[in-house]
């Protein structure tokens, strides 16, 4: 017979402009489950953390960088951004408010808390496709940690962050010489070409080791200025 530390307990379950989406606990974990897909968890933390380390690296010493993550996941992406002394900024879009609400009095906060204390933060409760189209605001790096990458998505939608009209979208919101980082659950040579064939440059790829299967990735890529 299974054990309580074996079967999932749902903290939070919500019906959402997307569908349904849930948090819950399993053993010491927290899961987010969108549409009955998992999306992720808080095991680890690593793809989240190279994400960030990468898009920054590749400024080559900007001053006070100016960064715009894309989705606020479980808060491994934001809270490393945070505890870095470089960005001047880390602006987060998140779409869904019941992730928003977990981080903010929910049980995300306990990875959260102090970045979102932090003065250089800035939540931004939007969808990201609408906002690259819309805004006016432009960054230094935009990390992208939304759904399961370009090749797997679990939410409508998603796909066409991904795509020419997309990228250039993303690229329309950095500013010359930016980069974008965008993390994948496995490899994409088809997307590195997407990459290049909507302009940007220096395109390339880092693998993130996991214990078993595919290497998690973070497509880097930089718009020419």
């Not at 900024?89 to 808390?113: K, Q, T």
């Not at 432009?138 to 991904?162: F, K, M, Q, R």
């Not at 010359?176 to 496995?186: D, E, F």
Request: glycine share 10%; with cysteine; hydrophobic share 40%.
């Amino acid at each position: 017979m299974p054990t309580s530390y074996d079967i999932p307990e749902v903290l939070d379950r919500r019906e959402g402009p997307h569908g349904e989406i849930v948090l819950r606990r399993h053993g010491e974990l927290l899961q987010i489950i969108a549409n009955g897909c998992f999306l992720m968890d808080t095991s680890d933390g690593r793809s989240e953390r190279l994400l960030v380390d990468a898009a920054l690296g590749a400024l080559d010493g900007r001053p006070d960088p100016e960064v715009l993550i894309g989705g606020l996941g479980v808060g491994f992406s934001l809270a490393h951004a945070a505890a870095d002394p470089r960005p001047g900024l880390i602006a987060v879009v998140e779409r869904e408010r019941a992730i928003i609400d977990w981080h903010l009095d929910g049980p995300l906060s306990d990875f959260s808390a102090s970045a979102l204390a932090d003065p250089r933060t800035e939540i931004l409760e939007t969808d990201l496709v609408t906002y690259v189209h819309e805004t006016s605001a432009t960054y230094d790096a935009l990390c992208l940690d939304i759904d399961n990458g370009p090749d797997w998505t679990v939410t409508e939608g998603n796909d066409s962050l991904y795509s020419p009209a997309g990228l250039a979208g993303c690229a329309g919101v950095l500013r010359p010489g930016g980069v974008l980082a965008v993390w994948s659950a496995q490899p994409s040579p088809e997307f590195e070409e997407t990459l290049r064939n909507a302009g940007f440059q220096q395109v390339r790829t880092e693998e993130i080791p996991v214990a078993r299967g595919v290497p998690d990735v973070v497509h880097l890529a930089v718009r020419p200025g």
